[in-house]
């Protein structure tokens, strides 16, 4: 199975923009780019996805690199409320149950 | 709209006891999940279902049952509770498997075996 590397920790103030980087090196053509995000004590919450065009929500930015080996999650703005473990994962087109979610990376949102 | 509903929130159980972790969801969601979370560690996939009277395993399933009778309710069943079992639960829905459906997370039962 394809896997994605992530930073283990990273830090962001109130009100800037952040970048969350993942890499992906073994991504397959059918691999679309799944973001999930887990605040404290609640259950993991989807943030965006996408499979080789940049994509939009009202929650966040997701760009991909050209070769699709890598991508960022973009938060324009960040706030408190932004600041948990971040997941950057690999799914096939269809099979929710092959989503893997690996350990993450927790962000913290300094005031 | 309540989303996936999880219950109870918190139990305790001693090492043999039996208990059903309850997950109901009311938006008509086709696929149903059971993840376990443990300190330091990702999800992990006990059981799946994707729609009623058809479940299969994920990558932990032993010690776990499942069933799916309607679309709304997936309970997970704990036979014979062991202390490696001491996690948080969490049920998952989405609305259609085959496709790339987001999916929707309860906020969890963290169980306690002693």
């Known amino acids: 199975d394809a896997k994605t590397t992530q930073p283990n920790s990273m830090e962001s103030n109130e009100e800037e923009p952040v970048h969350l980087p993942c890499n992906h090196s073994t991504i397959s053509g059918t691999d679309y780019i799944h973001w999930y995000r887990q605040l404290p004590s609640q259950g993991p919450e989807y943030v965006i996805h996408?499979?080789?065009s940049n994509v939009n929500n009202r929650m966040a930015s997701l760009a991909i690199a050209e070769d699709r080996k890598s991508s960022t999650l973009i938060l324009h703005r960040a706030t408190l409320r932004d600041a948990a473990v971040y997941y950057c994962i690999l799914g096939p087109q269809g099979g929710s149950e092959k989503l893997v979610f690996g350990k993450g990376m927790k962000l913290t949102v300094n005031p | 709209n309540a989303g996936v509903t999880q219950t109870p929130k918190f139990q305790v159980l001693k090492t043999g006891q039996s208990m059903t972790l309850q997950c109901a969801q009311d938006?008509?969601?086709?696929?149903m999940s059971w993840y376990r979370q443990d300190p330091g560690m990702g999800l992990r996939l006990i059981h799946y279902?994707?729609?009623?009277?058809?479940?299969d395993q994920g990558e932990v399933p032993n010690g776990y049952n499942v069933s799916r009778s309607t679309t709304e309710d997936f309970p997970l069943r704990l036979l014979s509770a062991a202390p490696s079992q001491t996690s948080v639960y969490f049920c998952?829905?989405?609305?259609?498997?085959?496709?790339?459906?987001?999916?929707?997370f309860g906020n969890g039962t963290r169980l306690t075996v002693t």
């Open positions: 279902s994707v729609g009623a009277g058809i479940t």
């Open positions: 938006m008509n969601h086709e696929y």
């Open positions: 996408g499979l080789t």
């Open positions: 998952a829905s989405s609305y259609s498997h085959t496709y790339n459906s987001p999916l929707h």
